[in-house]
């Protein structure tokens, strides 16, 4: 893929990681105490709590490590000097120079097939001469 | 058993162009190429290419206007302040790289940011939520303004190849031409020498 298009993929990777790190952390979230009023919520102890404990550190990493993906691809970019008018400039140029080697090997071909013609002409030449000179049994 | 309506005639353009075998010049022409806008289905479209540019959508710019590819005079920190209006600092002649390494700090913080409002204050989600999507319309707006340079910088590659190729191809001819020329004169010399 070319390189802009795996930025944009980065993009796109770094914002489903974002709305999937947040959607999962308030999902998973434990009840907490809002007022004096009520009382403490049932924490519950289990499995469950463990791995949420930990799911920040992992998706946080995950989205760290994408957008260090990012920069790493920006590095990347081979954007040259100038810009567009020395890249018009450029592609005159070009144009200027396949113009004339293609003129150069138009004329080659001419040539190459007019030899060609010629020698093909020689030899039917040839080939009749020896038709002819041979003697009728 | 048909149930539904049969396709509609051919047009009947056809019978224009009975003779074209002979004389491809008794029918008519195709049209030409349509230019500028046209309506297709009900819609109207238009011929130019462009990418819309982002106040066209009604989104705001973070970066500075007028970047110039390849061109990095001096650093600058972004600095996003909430009422910061559009950039017009075409004097800013900033490098491509640096601003969306800029958009991308940008876009952690934010997210960060996000994390802590949620925590806080959940119901002031709202803002930062736009304040997030709206980086990522100015992310994706940077990427697309960079194709038509990259269009450009492939077709120059593309018109090098063919010059080599062309090259290429002309020493092949010529060195077969002399190699044609060589064996004539030498079956010149073959056949002289066996006639004499």
């Not at chain 1, 308030?26 to 791995?51: F, K």
């Not at chain 1, 998706?59 to 810009?83: C, I, R, T």
């Not at chain 1, 450029?90 to 150069?104: H, K, P």
């Not at chain 2, 001819?173 to 020329?181: L, P």
């Amino acid at each position: 893929m070319d390189i802009i298009s795996q930025l944009q993929e980065q993009v796109n990777v770094i914002a489903a990681l974002s709305f999937n790190t947040f959607g999962t952390l308030q999902r998973d979230a434990p009840p907490i105490r809002l007022s004096p009023n009520y009382p403490e919520p049932a924490a519950s102890l289990s499995d469950e709590t463990i791995n949420i404990a930990e799911q920040p550190k992992l998706m946080s990493a995950a989205l760290v490590q994408a957008a260090k993906q990012f920069d790493v691809l920006v590095a990347a970019l081979p954007l040259s000097e100038g810009g567009e008018e020395a890249q018009l400039k450029r592609i005159a140029e070009l144009e200027a120079e396949n113009e004339a080697v293609g003129e150069e090997l138009q004329k080659q071909l001419e040539a190459a097939e007019q030899e060609l013609r010629q020698v093909q002409e020689l030899f039917n030449q040839a080939a009749d001469n020896c038709l002819n000179l041979k003697k009728p049994e | 058993m048909a149930t539904s309506a049969s396709y509609p005639p051919p047009p009947p353009y056809y019978r224009l162009y009975g003779d074209y075998l002979r004389d491809p010049k008794s029918a008519p022409e195709p049209p030409p190429p349509v230019q500028g806008t046209y309506p297709l289905f009900g819609a109207t479209y238009t011929t130019e290419d462009v990418l819309p540019s982002l106040e066209d959508q009604g989104v705001r710019q973070l970066y500075p206007k007028g970047l110039i590819i390849g061109w990095s005079k001096e650093r600058l920190v972004l600095t996003l302040l909430p009422l910061l209006l559009l950039r017009l600092s075409a004097l800013l002649r900033k490098d491509y790289k640096k601003e969306l390494r800029a958009l991308n700090r940008e876009l952690q913080l934010h997210l960060l940011e996000l994390a802590d409002v949620l925590v806080e204050r959940p119901s002031q989600y709202a803002r930062r939520v736009e304040d997030i999507s709206l980086i990522f319309k100015n992310l994706h707006h940077l990427l697309n303004s960079l194709r038509p340079h990259q269009a450009r910088a492939t077709l120059i590659h593309i018109l090098e190849l063919q010059i080599q190729r062309r090259k290429q191809a002309i020493e092949d001819v010529k060195r077969r031409r002399e190699e044609a020329q060589r064996l004539l004169k030498e079956s010149l010399q073959i056949l002289d020498g066996h006639s004499v």
